[in-house]
């Protein structure tokens, strides 16, 4: 299996800018998370899916930030429009609610500049 | 409320020795799950152990053990021997099976120096 796959891995836009970060899950898990990770507030919870359907997203900073699932194994998340307070690295994880410890698996993660 | 605390900010500890990192934390879950995440400067985040509030014997996987003490709310990381490549920011993770779905809560992370 590939893992959890990320794409960009970096990105470095403008402010105002609009981007577009995308997520692979893990072929089988049904739950999906995106998390925000900087030096100054460590590693937060964004939003997660749970077969698809949003869960809590109590951790999207503002109207600014959405994100969807349009198929089980896919998800993105927009920032419109982008700040510079924006720069941080961008997690996505999968897990399955099969596995006993829903241990949740990582991907490499996208590193967001806005300048 | 679910809660993880880690007290220490960062640890320099001489190759070869044992280290411990301290995890605690809360929760009103009567049963619940703990992990342990390596994060090295690549970046990437890496399970490294599971312990379940049920299980009735310390976790272990290789080198790292988890010395569970569920009266105490602690979830303390233990690695033997420790190696150059053990020097990483270390994260302790719980979720409460019943409140918070498939929802994991992270502490805020030791980062661990080896020394030659």
């Known amino acids: 299996d590939a893992g959890v796959i990320q794409s960009p891995r970096h990105e470095v836009t403008e402010m105002g800018q609009e981007v577009t970060l995308r997520c692979k899950l893990i072929s089988g898990h049904n739950s999906l998370f995106w998390y925000r990770q900087t030096m100054m507030r460590g590693l937060e919870l964004l939003i997660y899916?749970?077969?698809?359907?949003?869960?809590?997203d109590s951790g999207m900073p503002e109207d600014r930030f959405s994100a969807k699932m349009p198929n089980a194994s896919f998800s993105t998340l927009k920032i419109q429009p982008s700040e510079p307070r924006d720069s941080a690295v961008y997690f996505c994880?999968?897990?399955?609610?099969?596995?006993?410890?829903?241990?949740?698996?990582f991907g490499p993660g996208t590193r967001l500049t806005v300048l | 409320a679910q809660k993880i605390t880690q007290t220490q900010p960062g640890m320099f500890v001489q190759e070869k020795e044992a280290v411990t990192l301290d995890c605690t934390y809360d929760?009103?879950?009567?049963?619940?799950?703990l992990f342990w995440y390596k994060q090295p400067s690549s970046g990437e985040m890496i399970f490294l152990i599971y312990?379940?509030?049920?299980?009735?014997q310390n976790a272990t996987e290789g080198r790292y053990s988890l010395n569970f003490q569920k009266a105490r709310k602690s979830a303390n990381l233990v690695i033997s021997a420790s190696q150059l490549g053990d020097s990483a920011m270390y994260f302790c993770a719980m979720r409460g099976w019943y409140s918070s779905a498939s929802k994991i809560i992270f502490g805020s992370g030791t980062r661990l120096s080896i020394r030659p």
């Open positions: 312990q379940g509030s049920y299980d009735q």
């Open positions: 929760t009103s879950d009567p049963s619940y799950g």
């Open positions: 994880a999968s897990s399955s609610s099969r596995d006993s410890n829903n241990e949740q698996f």
């Open positions: 899916f749970n077969n698809n359907v949003p869960i809590d």
